[in-house]
């Protein structure tokens, strides 16, 4: 998963308004037509689906303008307003072979926005007694992985692997979470490692700089908050985070996700090229297969970049933020410590427990996000100072100038949302 480049500041307007809307979305060799008048099959494609507003244009118009600019095969967009879901509509296809639409509910490989929902999971686990922020990791390591855990990094605390200060630095020693098969070399194992192995192998290593010194973006530092979880709340990482967060267990709805097989309700993934990797997960090991279904382990994945999810399940989350004290697993006191500036300076932006912050204006106001990344994946979820929250699910990664789609939409969601003159009740 690539590190995160997003900026997430309130834009201004942008174009002008017009009452009927009809784009053409180019998605590999299809097109979707999408009309002011609602949803439906087209001729020569798929339409937009999912409830029509007519004073929300605003946000078809710049999905359709955006989707047809970069040839994306099919996204998904979901608004709150005030903790109310306002909009949520599916564009272009979630299967480009079989032409199946994406709908509002389809889910989608969410990558590295599992951070913030891991992070929640933590500190569902503080509110509830069972751990704090400060507790050092080696505390909820088990033998063998204590007997391995290389001196330095015995002072290691939750917090600082929440704020990707934990002492790994991918740019200095590689992210072990994709070298699966240079690890399982390394071991000698004949075979990619698994989780365990990876995790054994990265402790008994000398840490790349002294924990607490830096930040350096770690998706090896959440696959440990994963098994802290586990042992902390003695259930398997995917359960309980369904039912401590989301009390959902709906095959349908947020779940973890499969490197090689889609999901009832998931997307199908796309890139531009047609190259082939070779496969790390069994079954496969050791055979081509397509760049966005191989090369790296999503079930290695789960805390840290492993759920699959809609639009509307994220804002959900994304929700829970905004009244904290009526949160299953936030208080007022944890939620501000989740935003907190680590360092206590005066920079405007900062990476918290899980989010990446940006300070508006001169008082309180913060705008809070993550996005995530992976072949054929770009997804972005956005809290806003002034009540809005959104997510928007790709099944693409990059748009026609190389740049992540993530990246580059985000300035357009503030802009249409700012263009938005009414709002549903």
């Known amino acids: 998963?690539?590190?995160?480049?997003?900026?997430?500041?309130?834009?201004?307007?942008?174009?002008?308004?017009?009452?009927?809307?009809?784009?053409?979305?180019?998605?590999?060799?299809?097109?979707?037509?999408?009309?002011?008048?609602?949803?439906?099959?087209?001729?020569?494609?798929?339409?937009?689906?999912?409830?029509?507003?007519?004073?929300?244009?605003?946000?078809?118009?710049?999905?359709?303008?955006?989707?047809?600019?970069?040839?994306?095969?099919?996204?998904?967009?979901?608004?709150?307003?005030?903790?109310?879901?306002?909009?949520?509509?599916?564009?272009?296809?979630?299967?480009?072979?079989?032409?199946?639409?994406?709908?509002?509910?389809?889910?989608?490989?969410?990558?590295?926005?599992?951070?913030?929902?891991?992070?929640?999971?933590?500190?569902?686990?503080?509110?509830?007694?069972?751990?704090?922020?400060?507790?050092?990791?080696?505390?909820?390591?088990?033998?063998?992985?204590?007997?391995?855990?290389?001196?330095?990094?015995?002072?290691?605390?939750?917090?600082?692997?929440?704020?990707?200060?934990?002492?790994?630095?991918?740019?200095?020693?590689?992210?072990?979470?994709?070298?699966?098969?240079?690890?399982?070399?390394?071991?000698?194992?004949?075979?990619?490692?698994?989780?365990?192995?990876?995790?054994?192998?990265?402790?008994?290593?000398?840490?790349?700089?002294?924990?607490?010194?830096?930040?350096?973006?770690?998706?090896?530092?959440?696959?440990?908050?994963?098994?802290?979880?586990?042992?902390?709340?003695?259930?398997?990482?995917?359960?309980?985070?369904?039912?401590?967060?989301?009390?959902?267990s709906s095959e349908t709805s947020l779940d973890l996700g499969k490197t090689l097989t889609a999901q009832t309700n998931e997307s199908r993934y796309y890139v531009p090229s047609q190259r082939r990797v070779t496969g790390v997960v069994t079954g496969v090991i050791g055979k081509q297969v397509p760049t966005q279904y191989g090369g790296w382990c999503i079930e290695n994945m789960d805390s840290h970049g492993g759920w699959i999810a809609s639009a509307e399940d994220l804002v959900a989350f994304a929700n829970s933020f905004n009244q904290p004290e009526s949160s299953v697993f936030l208080t007022k006191t944890i939620a501000s410590e989740v935003f907190q500036n680590p360092l206590g300076d005066d920079k405007d932006v900062f990476y918290g427990y899980g989010w990446l912050v940006r300070r508006v204006g001169s008082g309180h106001r913060l705008n809070t996000w993550h996005n995530g990344s992976l072949p054929g994946t770009s997804t972005l979820l956005v809290r806003r100072h002034d009540g809005f929250n959104w997510a928007v699910l790709f099944n693409s990664r990059d748009g026609s100038d190389g740049k992540s789609l993530s990246t580059l939409i985000d300035p357009l969601i503030h802009q249409a949302v700012n263009r938005v003159e009414k709002w549903p009740e």
């Open 1 to 248: 998963m690539r590190n995160i480049s997003l900026a997430s500041c309130v834009q201004g307007g942008y174009g002008s308004r017009r009452s009927l809307l009809v784009l053409a979305i180019f998605t590999f060799g299809f097109v979707s037509q999408i009309s002011a008048q609602g949803s439906g099959r087209t001729a020569k494609g798929l339409s937009v689906t999912g409830e029509y507003r007519p004073n929300l244009v605003a946000l078809d118009e710049m999905m359709g303008s955006f989707m047809r600019e970069h040839k994306v095969p099919g996204a998904s967009l979901a608004v709150s307003k005030d903790g109310v879901l306002v909009y949520s509509r599916g564009f272009g296809l979630r299967d480009v072979r079989q032409e199946l639409p994406v709908m509002p509910s389809t889910r989608f490989r969410i990558a590295s926005l599992s951070k913030p929902i891991t992070s929640a999971a933590i500190a569902a686990l503080v509110k509830s007694g069972k751990m704090t922020f400060d507790d050092p990791l080696v505390s909820f390591l088990d033998a063998k992985e204590r007997s391995l855990l290389h001196p330095q990094l015995r002072s290691v605390t939750i917090k600082q692997i929440l704020l990707h200060r934990g002492g790994w630095d991918r740019s200095i020693s590689g992210d072990p979470m994709f070298e699966t098969v240079k690890i399982g070399k390394a071991l000698r194992l004949g075979r990619p490692a698994n989780q365990a192995e990876l995790i054994q192998f990265v402790l008994q290593r000398a840490p790349d700089f002294e924990p607490g010194a830096k930040y350096a973006y770690s998706n090896f530092g959440y696959c440990l908050l994963g098994r802290v979880i586990e042992r902390v709340s003695k259930q398997p990482y995917g359960e309980f985070v369904k039912g401590a967060l989301f009390k959902v």
